[in-house]
């Protein structure tokens, strides 16, 4: 994954006309110069908005955090001649970049309940088959629950020890493999009943708590090396999970690649039907549904349609529980466990349909 590199820009005194220094003109001054350069001067180096802010320091080099926002406040010309103007792309990914320091690891974390886990005592042929499953390249290792988190499993590194076990050595004169083994692997090697713990692939995991700025987390992982963070509360529980790559997509968006699930979050089936992830957010569901799904009063409490029949209710609805959150529509839970709701039906009530449960509300009142 490329490293996407945050420049600041800072608060630069002077008179505004300073020049950015290039590469060619600091080799040329020498590196005591370059010290001397004035602390809030943004430096010239290849980043994320260095780019995108080149076209600015011709008028504005000392460009401040309040210019860039108004300049993003600025309406859209719509004419793709102008040099100056932002492209919808770039105004998203800028706003999101100001909005950085705000967002936080909770906002951005895979919650608990969608976390794929390894055991400890996973064998290594299970591994492999969670791998499969899974289509991630990490996973968190665990003990007892994933309260009891041990680190995280690479699939390079499970690769890894499949070839140093497979490999045949032939050893030379003196006893010692050979130096150049031979090309061919002997899977017959592998012992695929060894558990996770034995075999010296676990990595660590960095802890962090939900209320780290995600600015923060993103600056810790880099100095780390590591892309894996698992979210603690305040008593030692796992909450979530937090990868560099989510990080990353708070800035440039969702990030797909060749193993992500690509079913839609919503589908229409016709005559008024639905079928939704329970982790779809309101405002897509609206998108499709049109703007009769009103969720106005679930603002503040809800963004998912689980997060809605939840609120609707007080707790977590079973597996086959029938919800009339909204006027007009009606939620049937397709697949449910204890903690979460995971898929929804959503039907549009026809007029009957409406006038009938009102009815029968009215004669079930006491």
């Known amino acids: 994954m490329n490293r996407i590199a945050i420049e600041q820009v800072g608060n630069g005194e002077g008179d505004g006309s300073a020049s950015v220094p290039t590469r060619e003109t600091q080799a040329e001054s ?25 076209r600015f320091r011709p008028r504005m080099p000392r460009l401040m955090r309040q210019d860039l926002t108004q300049a993003l406040l600025q309406p859209e010309t719509g004419d793709e001649a102008d040099e100056d103007a932002f492209s919808p792309e770039e105004r998203a990914m800028l706003n999101n970049i100001l909005r950085l320091r705000e967002v936080r690891v909770e906002d951005i974390m895979v919650p608990r309940a969608d976390i794929k886990a390894v055991e400890i005592t996973t064998t290594l042929g299970d591994l492999m088959k969670q791998f499969e499953a899974s289509g991630h390249s990490r996973m968190p290792v665990y003990g007892e629950s994933l309260d009891d988190p041990r680190g995280m499993i690479h699939i390079r590194d499970v690769v890894g020890h499949i070839t140093r076990v497979a490999r045949p050595a032939r050893p030379n004169g003196n006893g010692a493999p050979e130096r150049k083994p031979r090309a061919g692997l002997d ?93 779809a957010g309101l405002d897509e569901v609206k998108a499709l549904v049109g703007d009769d799904f009103d969720v106005s009063e679930f603002e503040e409490e809800a963004d998912t349609i689980g997060g809605l029949l939840f609120s609707e209710l007080g707790r977590v609805p079973t597996r086959g529980e029938v919800v009339q959150a909204l006027p007009g529509f009606e939620f049937q ?34």
């Open 333 to 366: 839970v397709l697949e449910a466990d204890p903690r979460r709701v995971k898929r929804v039906r959503i039907v549009r009530l026809r007029t009957g349909d409406r006038r009938r449960r009102i009815v029968e509300g009215l004669a079930t009142a006491p």
């Open 30 to 54: 020498g590196p005591n110069e370059d010290r001397s350069r004035p602390q809030g001067e943004a430096r010239d180096r290849p980043g994320l908005v260095s780019g995108l802010l080149q």
């Open 187 to 279: 899977l017959r090697q592998i012992n695929l009943a060894r558990k996770v713990e034995s075999l010296g692939i676990i990595r660590k995991v960095l802890f962090v708590p939900p209320s780290m700025q995600a600015a923060d987390l993103m600056a810790r992982m880099q100095a780390t090396r590591t892309q894996m963070a698992l979210v603690i509360d305040e008593y030692g529980g796992t909450d979530g999970l937090v990868s560099l790559e989510d990080v990353i997509e708070m800035v440039v968006g969702n990030i797909e690649d060749e193993h992500d699930d690509e079913a839609a979050m919503i589908t229409e089936t016709g005559d008024g039907i639905y079928y939704a992830d329970a982790r």
